[in-house]
């Protein structure tokens, strides 16, 4: 891979921790022989995203694992949001004492206006509340509104703790860490802050963590770190074409995502991570008509370099199907069967865990037929 040279170096000394993690490396993880059931920001399609509404609805549907886009706070803390602008999954704009915190960023090359994260302390931000994005698409979830408060990753590896050894059963944490390059940039790197998190509590030092990033550096840096150990994977996110990680493009790179979807760009990326994440399409893609193609060689490819192959995201309205599965009832309509019949399409086409909105619909995708 060519021009993503870049380091991470945080302010929090975790030489220890990382210490800690690596001690037990070994091998990574065999593959499952059912796919794994990730939930996309948790129940999203039911709750507000990244809360512990989302993430409880999530395991009580059989989620294998629960995500937690992570940014961070003013002072250091790591949260789960999808993007530093909350403007959009957040009630701040009802909110008249941060008015005058609304400002315009660039961040990862994309001009936008709003709130960030990293202007806000975390008790600042525990004043607000969750809002559903997709409050039209979506207005179960929207029903909740302004119910739930924002969460730390900490927050919810305690949470993970709690529901496991309530239930049973292990739930594992994907998180991934959203503008590295960003962050670094502006003095607040996330990488150490987040090493730092994860040997701070028994619980991800023994259940299954895989650790996501659509950049490159991060995930090489991380890995020098953190080794192997048994309970640990990375995953390398990949988005669209000719587009360029953020880290690439930062250090003047031309590595493309569609350079990294290729049988070579596969092998580079086995060097340091271990799970493959593309969109579904990369996959399976869409004719002309919006309905479902032959599969590429992309999940060949990726297994036979020695990756899994974690796919996002399925999602159960109308407006989200490929044509095949699509109902009569409208673009913005639950279509459950739809859904579980285009995951059982991908399912068959190799893939090892997928992401998913709606992880009830997920598991019965993996239920036998007939």
């Known amino acids: 891979m060519g021009g993503h040279g870049l380091t991470r170096r945080g302010a929090l000394g975790t030489v220890a921790g990382a210490a800690a993690l690596a001690a037990t490396a070994r091998a990574a993880?065999?593959?499952?022989?059912?796919?794994?059931?990730?939930?996309?920001?948790?129940?999203?399609?039911?709750?507000?995203?990244?809360?512990?509404?989302?993430?409880?609805?999530?395991?009580?549907?059989?989620?294998?694992?629960?995500?937690?886009?992570?940014?961070?706070?003013?002072?250091?803390?790591l949260i789960a949001r999808h993007e530093n602008n909350i403007a959009g999954t957040t009630d701040i704009a009802r909110h008249p004492e941060f008015a005058g915190r609304r400002t315009r960023k660039t961040v990862?090359?994309?001009?936008?206006?709003?709130?960030?994260?990293?202007?806000?302390?975390?008790?600042?931000?525990?004043?607000?509340?969750?809002v559903e994005r997709l409050g039209r698409v979506r207005p179960v979830s929207a029903g909740y509104d302004g119910q739930f408060q924002l969460v730390t990753f900490e927050e919810i590896i305690d949470f993970a703790a709690a529901e496991a050894a309530a239930r049973g059963r292990m739930i594992g944490l994907i998180p991934e860490l959203k503008h590295g390059t960003y962050f670094a940039g502006i003095g607040m790197p996330l990488e150490d802050r987040f090493i730092a998190t994860l040997a701070a509590h028994d619980y991800t030092r023994r259940a299954p963590v895989e650790v996501q990033s659509f950049e490159i550096a991060n995930l090489r840096y991380l890995r020098s770190r953190l080794g192997r150990p048994a309970n640990l994977r990375l995953a390398q996110l990949i988005g669209d074409g000719d587009v360029r990680p953020a880290d690439v493009a930062k250090a003047g790179g031309t590595t493309s995502f569609a350079q990294m979807a290729t049988a070579a760009g596969l092998r580079d990326m086995a060097t340091y991570a271990d799970v493959v994440a593309p969109a579904t399409r990369a996959?399976?893609?869409?004719?002309?008509?919006?309905?479902?193609?032959?599969?590429?060689?992309?999940?060949?490819d990726a297994h036979a370099a020695g990756l899994l192959v974690h796919p996002w995201t399925f999602r159960p309205e109308n407006r989200f199907l490929a044509a095949?599965?699509?109902?009569?009832?409208?673009?913005?309509?639950?279509?459950?069967?739809?859904?579980?019949?285009?995951?059982?399409?991908?399912?068959?086409?190799?893939?090892?865990?997928?992401?998913?909105?709606?992880?009830?619909?997920?598991?019965?995708?993996?239920q036998p037929t007939g």
């Open 324 to 366: 095949d599965f699509r109902d009569d009832a409208g673009d913005d309509a639950r279509n459950p069967t739809g859904s579980i019949a285009e995951i059982r399409r991908y399912v068959a086409a190799g893939i090892d865990g997928f992401f998913t909105d709606d992880p009830a619909l997920g598991r019965a995708a993996l």
């Open 29 to 77: 993880p065999a593959p499952a022989t059912t796919p794994l059931v990730i939930a996309h920001r948790g129940a999203s399609a039911l709750r507000p995203e990244h809360t512990l509404a989302a993430y409880a609805k999530a395991i009580q549907d059989g989620a294998d694992f629960i995500e937690p886009d992570l940014v961070v706070t003013r002072d250091g803390i």
């Open 283 to 300: 996959i399976i893609p869409l004719r002309p008509d919006g309905r479902l193609d032959r599969p590429t060689r992309l999940v060949a």
């Open 108 to 130: 990862d090359g994309e001009a936008q206006d709003g709130w960030f994260c990293e202007d806000f302390t975390l008790a600042e931000l525990k004043t607000l509340r969750a």
